[in-house]
T-cell receptor, first 111, second 112 residues
Framework: GQQLNQSPQSMFIQEGEDVSMNCTSS?????WLWYKQDPGEGPVLLIA?????ELTSNGRLTAQFGITRKDSFLNISASIPSDVGIYFC???????????FGKGITLSVRP | ETGVTQTPRHLVMGMTNKKSLKCEQH?????MYWYKQSAKKPLELMFV???????ENNSVPSRFSPECPNSSHLFLHLHTLQPEDSALYLC???????????FGPGTRLTVL
């Protein structure tokens, strides 16, 4: 089935460090989305990617749509304490498909 | 108000109560969604509405009843819930059914 794999489940970094997360699948996706969720809140859309090879930035965040269309990467540069949260990847495999979510990566930032 | 709003933010109800969750989107989108998020589980899609018509009912028990009176509003009517229904209920909207979804802040539901 269509599954999105995110690992590890948790990441711990020092404030100021860069961090990279990836999301992989055995299926081809034609849209990739990255969300951040704070405790008790809804996921917030960070970046949307619609074309293979696309590289998009949003402030300190950069995401890429993998050329194989089976993976995507999210990079956070110069991390700050408010980057703490759960980062989900999500994607559509095609028209009339449901949005598939990864299980998320919990990011902790040590001051 | 901007984006997607949900009320109430917190709800505690007994198993015999009837309550409703409300979602409103101010983005001019045509599709709206209900999701359930339980602790340590992936987001579970419950219902999808596109142009006010229900297009997806993801095997959700009948004690959950959605209503979409227009493209901006979505309700989830709850009755005779079970304790295992306690979760964060999230509403989302998108321009169409394959576009990026924007989520509301959620309703934290506790069933006693």
């Amino acid at each position: 089935g269509q599954q999105l794999n995110q690992s590890p489940q948790s990441m711990f970094i020092q404030e100021g460090e860069d961090v990279s997360m990836n999301c992989t699948s055995s299926s081809i996706f034609n849209t990739w989305l990255w969300y951040k969720q704070d405790p008790g809140e809804g996921p917030v859309l960070l970046i949307a990617l619609y074309k293979a090879g696309e590289l998009t930035s949003n402030g300190r965040l950069t995401a890429q749509f993998g050329i194989t269309r089976k993976d995507s990467f999210l990079n956070i540069s110069a991390s700050i304490p408010s980057d703490v949260g759960i980062y989900f990847c999500a994607g559509y495999t095609g028209a009339n498909s449901k949005l598939t979510f990864g299980k998320g990566i919990t990011l902790s930032v040590r001051p | 108000e901007t984006g997607v709003t949900q009320t109430p933010r917190h709800l505690v109800m007994g198993m015999t109560n009837k309550k409703s969750l409300k979602c409103e989107q101010h983005l001019g989108h045509n599709a709206m969604y209900w999701y359930k998020q339980s602790a340590k589980k992936p987001l579970e899609l419950m219902f999808v509405y596109s142009l006010e018509e229900r297009v997806e009912n993801n095997s959700v028990p009948s004690r959950f009843s959605p209503e979409c009176p227009n493209s901006s509003h979505l309700f989830l009517h709850l009755h005779t819930l079970q304790p295992e229904d306690s979760a964060l209920y999230l509403c989302a909207s998108s321009q169409d059914s394959t576009a990026a979804q924007y989520f509301g802040p959620g309703t934290r539901l506790t069933v006693l």
